[in-house]
């Protein structure tokens, strides 16, 4: 009797990574920046800024992960990930001046990208093949989890043990938690279990792991407008995602309070598991994936706009807002890699995505100080949301732009 396949426990294992890796290194900035404007009177503008650097430090190391997994392996590289996103949260916490923000984010940066998207592809691709969608579907459901969870989790250790206890143990779970997780599931391999991807014995044919893909060089890709309207639409679609999130906590925080505040972007966060599973359900498989997306922003943005509709003060209205948004949190993930599906050739569809996820994170990086930057400029907190709205008309646009491509594959 075959031993039962491993694979499906390296997908849990990713899940939990993931809402560790969530949970503190993405949506933890947005309680970090109301905690720290209102607790120490710094600058939305500064604060965001510093949570710009922490994205776009990991946009960097993200673009080298393949070279630092072939040269440190998977468990150490995801280790060093969890220990790094731990310091980087204490380093934010306890941070004395607000140049002393950025450091901490170098080490939370770094953390986040060893521990986010990437690196989770990077722990399923080896053991699926035919199921992979599935399997990166249920491992990154952690990272709506993560968001479910932490967003009210953070304002009640905040207000129980102060930004510092609450720094300390949610650092320090991470780090154990993923250390452990990385050395239980992550070391094994199919072919080191006799096992081939998607269940199965092992034979010399098609039994070895998948090998790490590495992003081509962009130059030949940007020649290609369906790539172009594709990582163009999704970059500018997260730069308002990323943006509006990394403010919407401290903009529900008059309204809600802060536990409510919490609740409500929790709220959102679960939205993105309803939405991605909808999508799943309802697309049917010759349908236009590109028409999808567009229908995907149109929803984010009557969820923007009911936001600013609200105006900060009304209850059920900034509640339908993260619905509605927070309904077209997971597609922006999931529905690159199916439109690259549809369009590219095979062997260029791994290859497209990871330039496609480079891209969309090197501009997503931004969104948060120029956001900022907006709000503290304009004095008004609509201002955040009404960009984002703008930038989520401009995405559907793009996207659309592409449905008539013709270019072959690049």
């Known amino acids: 009797m075959s031993a039962p396949f491993f694979g499906w426990r390296v997908v849990w294992a990713a899940f939990a990574v993931a809402v560790l890796a969530w949970g503190v290194g993405f949506y933890g900035p947005s309680v970090f920046l109301h905690v720290l404007h209102e607790g120490r009177g710094w600058s939305v503008s500064t604060i965001s800024a510093a ?5 776009l430090l990991s946009a960097g190391i993200v673009a080298r992960l393949p070279a630092l997994h072939r040269r440190f392996g ?3 590289a995801t ?3 969890g220990l790094l996103a731990g310091l980087g949260v204490l380093a934010w916490a306890l941070a004395p001046a607000p140049w002393l923000l950025f450091p901490a984010a170098l080490l939370s940066g770094a953390g986040w990208a060893l521990t986010s998207g990437a690196a989770i592809n990077a ?3 080896p053991w699926f093949d035919r199921k992979r969608p599935a399997a990166l579907s249920m491992a990154f459901n952690g990272a709506s989890v993560g968001g479910v969870l932490f967003a009210p989790l953070w304002a009640l250790l905040i207000g129980a043990l102060g930004f510092a206890g609450a720094a300390l143990l949610t650092g320090a779970t991470m780090a154990a938690a993923i250390w452990w997780i990385a050395g239980a599931f992550l070391r ?3 072919a080191g279990l006799g096992q081939r991807p998607d269940g199965g014995a092992f034979s010399a044919v098609g039994g070895a792991a998948v090998p790490i893909e590495v992003p081509p ?5 940007w020649r290609d407008r369906r790539f172009r309207t594709l990582a163009g639409a999704f970059a500018l679609g997260l730069f308002a995602q990323i943006g509006l999130i990394a403010h919407l906590f401290s903009l529900l925080a008059p309204a809600l309070g802060e536990f409510g505040a919490g609740a ?4 959102a966060t679960a939205c993105a598991v309803l939405g991605r599973s909808l999508l799943g359900w309802l697309l049917p498989a010759g349908a236009d994936r590109r028409l999808a997306a567009a229908l995907n922003f149109a929803v984010q943005i009557a969820g923007s706009a009911v936001l600013l509709v609200a105006g900060g003060t009304s209850v059920p209205l900034l509640l339908l807002g993260c619905v509605l948004f927070g309904l077209g949190i997971g597609n922006l993930v999931s529905l690159p890699p199916l439109i690259a599906q549809r369009e590219f050739q095979p062997a260029e569809v791994g290859r497209v995505v990871a330039l496609v996820t480079a891209v969309n994170q090197a501009v997503f990086a931004f969104a948060p100080a120029l956001l900022g930057l907006l709000r503290d400029m304009s004095g008004w907190a609509g201002a955040p949301i009404l960009l984002a709205l703008l930038v989520q008309v401009a995405a559907a646009v793009v996207v659309l732009a ?4 013709r270019e072959s594959a690049t």
């Not at 949570?51 to 994205?55: D, E, K, N, R, V």
């Not at 409500?264 to 709220?267: R, T």
């Not at 592409?402 to 491509?405: A, K, V």
């Open 188 to 190: 094994a391999t199919p």
């Open 51 to 55: 949570i710009t650097a922490h994205f």
């Open 217 to 221: 060089m962009p130059g030949a890709a």
């Open 123 to 125: 722990m399923v691709a």
């Open 79 to 81: 280790r060093a990930g």
């Open 402 to 405: 592409g449905r008539d491509g």
């Open 264 to 267: 409500a972007v929790s709220l």
């Open 74 to 76: 998977l468990v150490a």
